[in-house]
């Protein structure tokens, strides 16, 4: 793959975010060995959560699903600005996708899907991860969904020659 990760994005028509900022007292990514977590990453621009409610009643399932995709986009941002490119990212290693449903909806699979297919459009089958997709009765301010990335990443280059 020659072609860079923001432009496989910009081909789907979408543009990475800046990378949100904390809304609590944790950090929003982690870096460890070649492992990098991020926190819960909602469907937010800026301070604004766009999607709110329950799916199944408040929130159409199409609408949750493009949540899911916006929380990707800004966990790619947060991922990003760790690292410093997202093509330094070697694989997408896992999904924590957490969905916010009313009594009787069951399908937060394919709503966690909007973030998964974004996934491997922007890194092709190294996109393709382990994946949880749970059903919870609140999330933070009311958001329809919240998703966590695992990514691993490339070793660090060393600013020494060997």
Known sequence: MSESVEARLSQHGYTLPQAPEAIGFYIP????????????QLPAVGKEVMFKGKVGTEVTEEHAFHAARMC???????????????????????????????DGFSRQP?????????????FGELGKHTRIAVGVNELPLNATVELVIWAEAADKVSSGSA
């Open 110 to 122: 394919q709503v966690i899907n909007g973030a998964s297919e974004l996934l491997v459009q922007a």
């Open 72 to 102: 990707a986009l800004n966990a790619l941002a947060q991922i990003k600005a760790c690292l410093g490119s997202l093509d330094a990212v070697t694989r997408i290693v896992r999904v924590e996708g957490f969905v916010q449903s009313a």
């Open 29 to 40: 990514v982690l870096r460890t060995g070649n492992l990098v977590v991020t926190s819960g």
